[in-house]
């Protein structure tokens, strides 16, 4: 037998509080109801005591005549007045009864009918309201708890031989009058009653009353155990073993064993119509997975034959893309070499300018200009050819970033002069020189300042700065920036300008020559080196490009 946890002992948890709590409701109820029964009970018997003896006093006062005549038919004096009687009464009903009764007053003659504190307390409160016609309450006499009851008495005519005026003179037995007059508070009957009897009574019945709680207690938990197992645990184990039984594969798990007409039964029948689904389903699951796998396979293979036919095209395509590299590197490099004679003899012809007539010297210029963009292109294609061809590698040399720009000053200064732009160089005293491929490096410079003469129309500016930065953490860089004031580039095209033969404007309305290599070759040799190059620029304003390179070049 599982407890811990269990259903079982939490119903029986719960039905034994419920119980308790129920039962000690109705106990202290009980209590109650003992207490305001056994008071009422006492007071009316306080209240007969009180009455008799009020009775025998008035009996007494109205025979006092008869009570004190002498055989000569004279007045003898007894000691047989009511005060008398009443407390010689009193002293033999509280002799065998348990119960007293005395008689009381604030003052008193007889110091046995001295008044306690509770008597005393009462009896201010019975002269203060005459409306008051008896009190009650508990109280404690030598450690026992007592019932106190207490009814007024008033002087009446008969009283006043003994306690009317004149003031100090002797009554009869001899004591001083007090002066009273018919109809004034006189005193108290006070009955004392025991409460030890009720107090046992009311003992056994809380005694009694927790056994039957405690009996209730146990009834209720057995009969709640029996219940439970009988009606939902059992059942419920079933059912967990038939699911259980699911879990672990057999689908043909039937309770059968609930034999019950209630919910639990209905359970069962819903539990069996699942698993014969759930059993139907699998079997058609199989069928269906088996189906689905041939497919699967077939798929698969399928896949894998033309995964290899793939693979076999991606060899091709690259074999004939390194084919397609080799034969630009070998063509363009052809192409240099007549290409630089043409520039070389333009030049030659050119320097000897007073023999030429006006329009030879133009063409000579115009035969210039274009060699040498024709020879970029061809350096560029050249260039990107090696690249993508695997064969570019770094020489490293030591390189004067001033003594480079001076360098390129002799292609670029007739462009400058041309387009009248102002052309301004900045660089920072401490540029160090830096470590890189010379050749590459003038590329780079070559490619972004020709954009820029190119793309910055008459009457423009171009700036080229270099610093050097040297922060703390980072190997020293040298920062170059070729900014220019020309036509500028909107925000969707920075995007793929140094993308291989992205150009802004369209084959048709090309307006600017070129090839759109210049930047996608600037950004390969700028990484080759470990740099990194970007471009801020706005439409109309002009564009900034900036490339970084490490003064030590990556590889060097
Ligand atoms: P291209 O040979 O056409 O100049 P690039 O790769 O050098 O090829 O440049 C790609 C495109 O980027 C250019 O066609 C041009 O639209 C834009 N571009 C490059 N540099 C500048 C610049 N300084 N100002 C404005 N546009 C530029």
């Given at each position: 037998m599982r407890f811990k946890n269990s259903l079982t002992i939490k119903f029986m948890i719960g039905i034994a509080i419920i119980t308790i709590v129920l039962m000690t409701v109705n106990l202290l109820w009980n209590i109650r109801q003992y207490n305001f029964q056994a008071e009422s009970e006492m007071k009316e018997k306080a209240e007969v005591i009180a009455q008799q003896l009020i009775a025998t006093r008035s009996f007494i006062a109205l025979k006092q005549d008869l009570i004190n005549a002498n055989y000569d038919g004279g007045y003898e004096f007894k000691h047989l007045n009511p005060a008398a009687v009443g407390k010689g009464i009193g002293e033999i009903f509280n002799g065998y009864s348990g119960y007293k009764f005395k008689q009381t007053r604030p003052?008193?003659?007889?110091?046995?009918n001295a008044p306690d504190n509770f008597e005393r307390e009462a009896m201010k409160q019975l002269a203060a309201d005459k409306n008051l016609k008896e009190l009650w309450g508990y109280d404690e006499i030598d450690g026992n708890r007592v019932f106190r009851y207490l009814v007024p008495l008033y002087y009446d005519e008969s009283c006043l031989s003994c306690h009317g005026k004149p003031v100090g003179l002797n009554d009869i037995s001899g004591y001083a009058k007090e002066g009273f007059s018919s109809g004034e508070f006189a005193g108290s009957i006070s009955v004392v009653f025991p409460m030890a009897r009720f107090e046992a009574a009311q003992r056994t019945n809380i005694s009694s009353q927790v056994i039957f709680i405690l009996f209730m207690v146990f009834v209720s938990i057995g009969l709640t155990y029996l219940m439970m197992e009988h009606i939902i645990i059992m059942p419920i184990r079933e059912l967990t073993g038939k699911v259980a039984e699911l879990g672990r594969g057999n689908l043909a798990a039937q309770l059968t064993?609930?034999?019950?007409?209630d919910e639990m039964r209905s359970l069962a029948e819903e539990f069996n119509t699942m698993a014969s689904k759930l059993n139907e389903l699998y079997n058609g699951l199989e069928e269906k997975v088996t189906e689905r796998t041939a497919l699967l396979s077939d798929a698969n293979q399928r896949l894998l034959e033309q995964g290899s036919k793939l693979q076999a095209m991606n060899a091709k395509l690259t074999e004939t893309d390194r084919l397609k590299s080799e034969f630009l590197a070998v063509m363009s490099h052809e192409l240099r070499t007549p290409l630089t004679a043409i520039i070389a003899f333009a030049e030659i012809l050119l320097a000897e300018?007073?023999?030429?007539s006006s329009l030879q010297q133009e063409y000579l210029q115009d035969i210039f200009e274009s060699g040498h963009q024709l020879l970029s292109q061809i350096n560029d294609i050249l260039n990107m050819s090696k690249i993508e061809a695997g064969l570019a590698k770094i020489n490293c040399n030591q390189i004067d970033i001033k003594e480079v720009l001076n360098h390129l000053m002799h292609s670029i200064s007739p462009l400058v002069s041309k387009n009248r732009l102002t052309f301004i160089v900045d660089i920072s005293a401490d540029i160090p020189h830096i470590i890189a491929d010379r050749e590459k490096v003038i590329h780079i410079f070559r490619n972004l300042i020709s954009n820029a003469i190119k793309f910055t129309s008459n009457g423009g500016k171009i700036t080229i700065s270099a610093a050097l930065m040297n922060d703390q953490d980072k190997v020293p860089e040298v920062v170059v920036k070729i900014q220019d004031t020309g036509i500028g580039i909107n925000q969707e095209d920075q995007k793929y300008?140094?993308?291989?033969?992205?150009?802004?404007?369209?084959a048709e309305a090309r307006e600017y020559p070129g090839s759109g290599l210049g930047l996608a070759l600037a950004r390969n040799l700028v990484e080759m080196h470990g740099g990194r190059i970007w471009v801020e620029s706005e439409v109309g304003r002009g564009s900034t490009f900036t490339f970084v390179l490490p003064v030590i070049a990556k590889g060097c």
């Open positions: 003052i008193v003659r007889d110091p046995y064993e609930i034999q019950t007409y300018g007073e023999t030429l300008i140094f993308d291989k033969f992205r150009q802004v404007d369209s």
